[in-house]
């Protein structure tokens, strides 16, 4: 049975759209440590170097949480799994046990996602939080979105999986963005846009209202990323959000 835990996720929205809705994306304890300089809003745990969602192992992400020590929340990714419910169920509780705030998790298409939704509902009324990832130049079925509500997920995103194809708002049109901001927001559902996102992209999106904005290329080195952090870029980008 999918439960709907609507009310509880009411809180957690609201925490997190007074801050200044920035995401980036870090592989290292030293790169968290940049991001948190910098007052980045939320520092999202991945390996580009592995996917769109590559995984840190599960160690390194709860060390990494240990050293933040609770002062910004902390998201971590499960990696580019295929669509078997026991795989991500598994994957999930060994991410949550890590003591990570948000657990984001890729929703491949043409693969069937009712049967992982619905075991991934058992984990939604206690602690664990859990970000659908869906991709925007994949043609995601956006009528989901009340499906994962439902099912007690705390939030939504759009990302790209082929990151050669361009920034999130080159691969879908803001219109179709702006419905999926609205209808996130409509079930109470966080909501997050990502993809390539570089400065330009930033003007254009802002008044989406989007809950956050996520970097990862656009922080790097020569926009690379794979590259390590860069403080200049990301302080660049930090401003635009203010």
Not at 35 to 54: N, R, S, T, W, Y
Not at 82 to 98: G, H, L, R, S
Not at 128 to 152: H, M, N, T
């Amino acid at each position: 049975m999918v439960m709907d835990h609507t009310s509880d996720r009411t809180k957690t929205k609201r925490e997190i759209t007074r801050m200044n809705r920035m995401l980036a994306s870090v592989n290292s304890l030293e790169e968290a440590f940049i991001a948190l300089h910098f007052d980045v809003d939320i520092i999202d745990l991945k390996q580009p170097a592995l996917g769109a969602l590559g995984a840190l192992p599960a160690h390194q992400v709860q060390a990494i949480v240990t050293h933040l020590a609770n002062v910004r929340p902390v998201s971590a990714t499960v990696g580019d799994l295929p669509m078997q419910a026991d795989v991500i169920f598994n994957a999930v509780q060994e991410m949550a046990n890590t003591g990570v705030d948000y657990i984001k998790i890729g929703f491949f298409p043409d693969q069937d996602w009712s049967a992982v939704i619905t075991k991934l509902a058992t984990l939604t009324s206690g602690a664990i939080q859990l970000i659908a990832v869906l991709f925007a130049d994949q043609q995601p079925d956006l009528s989901s979105i009340e499906q994962f509500s439902k099912a007690g997920f705390t939030g939504i995103m759009l990302d790209t999986m082929d990151k050669t194809n361009g920034s999130l708002s080159k691969v879908m049109p803001l219109a179709t963005l702006q419905h999926f901001v609205q209808t996130a927001q409509h079930h109470q559902l966080l909501c997050g846009l990502a993809g390539s996102l570089r400065a330009d992209d930033i003007p254009a999106l802002l008044p989406l209202q989007a809950d956050y904005l996520g970097f990862r290329g656009a922080l790097c080195e020569q926009q690379q990323r794979t590259a390590e952090l860069d403080s200049a870029a990301l302080m660049r980008i930090k401003a635009l959000l203010v």
